[in-house]
């Protein structure tokens, strides 16, 4: 975590770059702990 940075984060979100793709298995089992997550911090 120490090698990001607000600029690094910026110019990924601006070039949306690395593209990171996943298959829909894998983003699907990603997803249910994150929306959990945010429904804990609502």
Do not use: D, G, V
Not at 19 to 33: D, F, G, M, V, Y
């Amino acid at each position: 975590m120490r090698l990001n940075t607000l600029e690094k984060l910026y110019l990924a979100m601006k070039n949306r770059t690395p593209e990171i793709t996943l298959s829909e298995k894998t983003r699907l089992a990603a997803l249910r702990p994150i929306q959990r997550m945010l429904e804990m911090s609502a």
